[in-house]
Every structure is written in structure tokens, then in C-alpha cells.
């Protein structure tokens, strides 16, 4: 099936998530692109620092991606606001939490679900009408490598993240002979703060959240100025789902060729690299 390249440069875009990170760096190139960007997040000193990098015009909002009300007011106000058609919407907002499925946290789970998953629901139904009017846009949702593979301490994460993947792709079949289409996004390892502001359960023997940070630190290989660049080629190529960094290849192919075994080959490479970072 032949890709259809999709124009988002120049047009108005929203991103979640925007405080920092991947949204951060999205938020900038596309306005450096000629996108006026309405951004949003919890955190507003964090989205108030981003506002004030773009070079274009801006929107800001301090959003619970989780709040399908205020998803709803916000695509209202964006529609209100918007000086240019809307050409992409940025579902990106996540947060990380450690913790295995016998020792879970029942509340934490569900704080990571109704972000990780439904904010990324609650962003979909919020502006896909606006798309599906003007028959024009794309809607992008983050799942990650942990969408395409299960990982020990990651079951609430990896669950989020694959229902990410099933939903988007049911999305994209369902747009079909239409004008918007839907992307699933997997980022690797990019160096951001998503484990530093995360939940963690420590186990005794295990390690502590500090260690995990500096494990997370060692394996990371793409900061997030250059995902904000692989997302925006690839929403504008005609991607369906976009791979982002080395290892997001890794998991992706450990996935297709050992369904069961994956866990042991990452395993001997991520104790490769906390070796070499330790030296």
C-alpha cells in the first residue's frame, strides 16, 4: 500500500505532554516549521518554559490529560483559536511506574492508565471531530517499545502502551478512505525525565529508584530533539507507526523474530551497557 505524505508544517498542532521531553522538543520544532501549537500539560511552570521557546504563535493550557471534560473544552478552545487549519494532534502526555503485578499498587495503576491510556483516548474523541469536519489531520499517539514487547516490573506500563497500539491501529482502519488518518508512535530509550518523575516500589534486593534512573541514563541513546525530528519526518512521509531511536528498531525485530525469547537477549545487552557506563 503506497504511504500518502501528509503537510503539517505550517498548520496549527497540539501537543500534550508539553512540559518537557518529547512534547517539549515536538512543540519547538513545530513551531520552528511554522505551526502555530497549542501546548498543554500538568505542570505549568514546565509548559510556561516551553511557551515562552516558540518562535510562533502559541496556546497554553495546564491540562489532566486524564479529565475527558477539560480534553473536550481544550479542543473547543483550540477550535476557537486556531489561526490556521489543524493539521496534527500530539497525544503524547506519559508518565513511568516500576513496580511487578504481585506487589502492585491498585491506585497506581490506575494513575498510570488514566493517563498513559486514557488521556490518549480522552485527546483522540476530543479532537478527532474537529479533523473529521474539515476531512484533514492526523491524529499521533505515543506508545513506545514497551507497546511492542512485555517487560518484567512494566506490566501496568506495557498494558497502557499496548492498549495505545490497538487503539490507534483500530483507529486508522476505521479512517480509512478519509482525509485523517492516525499514527502509532514507539520511542526507545529517549532521555527525558519520565523515570525520574515516575512511581517506583522498591524491593528489598532490588534496586532502589536512583539506581533505576542511572540504569535508564545508560541505555538511553536519543535525546529528545532528534525524536521530535524522526516523529515529524515521519507523520509528514506517511507513516502508520514510527519507529524512534536504535533500540525502538531492536525490540521491534527481537519481537517479530523471538515472540518468546526477547527478554533474554535484551537482558545479557542491558547488563553489556551498565557495564561499559560503569567504566
Known amino acids: ?43 505549568e511552570q514546565g509548559l510556561k518554559e516551553t511557551e515562552a521557546s516558540l518562535r510562533g504563535p502559541a496556546l497554553l493550557r495546564v491540562l489532566d490529560v486524564s479529565d475527558a471534560d477539560a480534553q473536550r473544552e481544550f479542543a473547543a478552545e483550540v ?19 516500576g513496580s511487578t503485578v504481585l506487589d ?39 506508545s513506545s517499545v514497551f507497546g511492542l514487547v512485555g517487560m518484567p516490573g512494566q506490566s501496568a506500563y506495557c498494558a497502557a502502551k499496548f492498549a495505545v ?13 478519509t482525509g485523517v488518518s492516525a499514527v502509532n508512535v514507539h520511542p526507545g530509550g529517549v532521555n527525558t525525565n519520565i523515570v525520574r518523575n515516575g512511581r517506583f516500589h522498591e524491593e528489598p534486593g532490588g534496586p ?30 506517511g507513516k502508520a507507526r514510527i519507529l ?12 517479530r523474530i523471538a515472540p518468546t525469547r526477547y527478554y533474554d537477549v535484551l537482558d ?4 553489556t551497557l551498565r557495564k561499559r557506563a560503569s567504566r
Request: aromatic share 6%; glycine share 8%; with cysteine.
Open 244 to 255: 524512534v531511536g536504535p533500540d525502538a528498531y531492536l525490540f521491534d525485530a527481537l519481537a
Open 104 to 142: 502492585a499498587v491498585v491506585e497506581d495503576d490506575d494513575w498510570l492508565w488514566n493517563i498513559n491510556f486514557h488521556g490518549v483516548v480522552n485527546g483522540t474523541r476530543a479532537f478527532l471531530p474537529i479533523l473529521v469536519d474539515q476531512d484533514e489531520g492526523v491524529i499521533v499517539n505515543t
Open 165 to 177: 497500539r490497538g487503539f490507534t491501529d483500530s483507529l486508522r482502519q476505521e479512517l480509512r478512505g
Open 1 to 43: 500500500m503506497t504511504k500518502q505524505r501528509r503537510t503539517i508544517s505550517g498548520r496549527t498542532a497540539v501537543v500534550t505532554g508539553a512540559a518537557s521531553g518529547i512534547g517539549r522538543a515536538l512543540a519547538r520544532r513545530l513551531s520552528a516549521y511554522g505551526c502555530p501549537v497549542a501546548v498543554a500539560d500538568v505542570n
Open 208 to 237: 532502589t529508584k536512583e539506581q533505576m534512573i542511572k540504569d535508564f541514563a545508560a541505555i538511553t541513546r536519543t535525546q529528545p530533539d532528534k525524536a521530535a525530528a524522526i516523529i515529524h519526518r515521519g507523520v509528514e512521509a
Open 79 to 97: 477550535r476557537e483559536w486556531a489561526p490556521r487549519p489543524l493539521g496534527a494532534v500530539f497525544n503524547n502526555a506519559g508518565v513511568a511506574l
Open 268 to 271: 545479557r545487552l542491558e547488563s
